[in-house]
């Protein structure tokens, strides 16, 4: 079973960037797909995007495509979340999350959860 802690949160102005990271424990996340999720206060838990084992496939929600990069580095056991050109939107608690194969973009597909990080972008 694998543990994840995201980190990286903070207070970022409108139009800035952050550099989230969520690290491994356990076992090595090569062995997962990774997934990043966000939820804002009251709404439900919205998927952001998602990279396969390799990280070769990466793909994202439309409303940060183009903004969001996410990478991994397997030697590193560590994941990624690029997030430039931040809106107030964006604000909300990032979670990363681990599978064993890509596919549903649900929430209720990854077993594996960090317990998040918070994001406010203010404008």
């Known amino acids: 079973q694998v543990q994840l802690v995201e980190s990286g949160g903070g207070l970022v102005q409108a139009g800035g960037s952050r550099r989230l990271s969520c690290a491994g424990s356990?076992?090595?996340?090569?062995?997962?797909?990774m997934g990043w999720f966000r939820q804002a206060p009251g709404k439900e838990r919205e998927f952001v995007g998602a990279?396969?084992?390799?990280?070769?496939?990466?793909y994202y929600s439309d409303s940060v495509k183009g903004r969001f990069t996410i990478s991994r580095d397997n030697a590193k056991n560590t994941v990624y979340l690029q997030m430039n050109s931040l809106k107030p939107e964006d604000t909300a608690v990032y979670y990363c999350?681990?599978?064993?194969?890509?596919?549903?973009?649900?929430?209720?597909?990854?077993?594996?959860w960090g317990q998040g990080t918070q994001v406010t972008v203010s404008s």
């Open positions: 999350a681990a599978k064993a194969l890509l596919g549903s973009d649900y929430a209720h597909t990854y077993p594996y």
């Open positions: 356990g076992r090595t996340l090569s062995s997962y797909a």
């Open positions: 990279i396969t084992k390799s990280g070769i496939t990466k």
